[in-house]
């Protein structure tokens, strides 16, 4: 049979740029460097393109393992609709300890923002969204402001983000300490990994360098989604992380998924796009 239609463009070509080198980083005990990657999704016809919002996705592992092309796959639906995609990544605790994971993801950022034109970004508008360990990443980009983070190249632009995606990270890693202490073959890789810093007798510091603790008005806006059965990041991580940013002034949706398990596939369907796009064009629309 034979058939003719009519042609269509609804949906854009979307390519995939893949592993772009955005930092160089010293290995093997300062004698070798090592190249951070990322990877891109953009419209295919780069003529026809116009600035279009950032979308910075972070992989999870623990902190102890990243692959930035995994979820390609899940981000092309982002892609479609609208936004410039990238997935970078970053060092683990293997390699360095904290805060080495989160000055690669801001060097990230600020690559992406000196090559605007490059890759068809409207650099007002750069989201940065993660799972696990990388959404706690994605929340300290946008919380923590400290000039010593930014290192490297491209100092001139910015590390700012306009808003944050959280899919179920850890942000307060005290909240486990107790738990570990009766582990005590573990408890100096957990404090290593999850960038804990104790007293010198090994209890928490009260002084908590981390998230929670720097949550300003000038915060940007947070979409924070976490299942109700996540049997490896308690749900009480995001209920704190919500009620610290309401009580701080900061705008913020929680969306709680039932029964969903820690990185199940609930979190990477149609109604969970569609939860995001929504929230980063009203971020977009309100600063435009």
């Keep these: 049979m034979i058939r003719t239609i009519p042609a269509d463009r609804t949906w854009p070509n979307i390519a995939l740029i893949s592993d772009i080198t955005y930092k160089n980083e010293d290995s093997w005990y300062g004698e070798t460097q090592r190249p951070l990657k990322l990877s891109v999704l953009m419209p295919k016809h780069r003529e026809e393109c116009k600035p279009m919002p950032l979308l910075l996705w972070l992989c999870g592992g623990n902190f102890q393992v990243v692959d930035h092309n995994i979820w390609i ?5 982002y892609a479609r609709r609208g936004f410039i995609v990238a997935s970078a990544e970053y060092r683990t605790v293997n390699d360095v300890p904290y805060p080495a994971p989160l000055v690669d993801v801001k060097a990230a950022i600020r690559y992406l923002r000196a090559h605007k034109e490059r890759y068809c970004i409207d650099d007002r508008y750069i989201f940065v969204m993660g799972e696990s360990a990388g959404a706690a990443l994605a929340c300290y980009a946008g919380i923590l402001k400290d000039p010593a983070l930014d290192q490297g190249d491209f100092l001139e632009v910015s590390s700012a983000v306009s808003g944050v995606i959280d899919l179920y990270g850890p942000v307060d890693f005290r909240l486990d300490f107790e738990n570990v202490r009766e582990h005590p073959a573990k408890h100096g890789a957990y404090l290593q990994r999850t960038m804990a810093f104790p007293n010198e007798d090994g209890s928490p510091s009260e002084a908590d360098p981390l998230a929670l603790s720097h949550i300003t008005p000038d915060t940007p806006p947070f979409l924070i989604l976490h299942g ?8 009480k991580q995001s209920d704190d992380l919500y009620a610290t940013l309401t009580e701080k002034g900061v705008p913020a949706d929680y969306i709680r998924i039932e029964g969903a398990i820690h990185g199940e596939d609930s ?5 969970i796009v569609d939860l995001v796009v929504e929230f980063m064009n009203r971020i977009v629309n309100d600063l435009e």
């Design 73 to 77: 796959p899940e981000m092309v639906d």
């Design 228 to 235: 109700t059965g996540d049997e490896k990041v308690p749900l």
């Design 267 to 271: 979190f990477y369907q149609p109604r």
